[in-house]
């Protein structure tokens, strides 16, 4: 199970953070991400944490920007989030896998899926 939080209004340049915690699981075992939809748009993987100790994934809309971390915190990964731009607007939703090729290369039937949070950057 994933618990999300995080999110909300920001205007564009600022910042947030979401946060998401696996409950009941082997944190190790996972790698956990974040993927975001857009009304009337296709999801799309934002980033990818490695349980492994391998190198994180960004998509390049979000490269330079977001960053993708695990928190002292046990079995929880942090997206920061920075200089928001409007077209971030989006449901983002956070997941796991124990393969990092259904995350990142596949993006899809991914095992664990938390609560969508919302997040919206507007002026």
Same mark, same amino acid.
């Given at each position: 199970?994933?618990?999300? +939080? !995080? =999110? *909300?209004?920001?205007?564009?340049? /600022?910042?947030?953070?979401?946060?998401?915690?696996?409950?009941?699981?082997?944190?190790?075992?996972?790698?956990?991400?974040?993927?975001?939809?857009?009304?009337?748009?296709?999801?799309?993987?934002?980033?990818?944490? +490695? !349980? =492994? *100790?391998?190198?994180?994934?960004? /998509?390049?809309?979000?490269?330079?920007?977001?960053?993708?971390?695990?928190?002292?915190?046990?079995?929880?990964?942090?997206?920061?989030?920075?200089?928001?731009?409007?077209?971030?607007?989006?449901?983002?939703?956070?997941?796991?896998?124990?393969?990092?090729?259904?995350?990142?290369?596949?993006?899809?039937?991914?095992?664990?899926?938390?609560?969508?949070?919302?997040?919206?950057?507007?002026?």
């Amino acid at each position: 199970q994933l618990q999300a +939080s !995080g =999110g *909300g209004l920001v205007q564009p340049g /600022g910042s947030l953070r979401l946060s998401c915690a696996m409950v009941g699981r082997t944190f190790k075992t996972y790698h956990m991400g974040w993927f975001r939809q857009a009304p009337g748009k296709e999801r799309e993987l934002v980033a990818a944490w +490695s !349980g =492994g *100790g391998g190198s994180p994934f960004y /998509g390049d809309y979000v490269k330079g920007r977001f960053s993708i971390s695990k928190d002292s915190a046990e079995n929880s990964v942090s997206l920061q989030m920075n200089n928001l731009k409007p077209e971030d607007t989006a449901v983002y939703y956070c997941v796991a896998d124990p393969l990092w090729h259904t995350m990142v290369v596949r993006q899809s039937g991914m095992e664990y899926w938390g609560n969508g949070t919302q997040v919206t950057v507007s002026s």
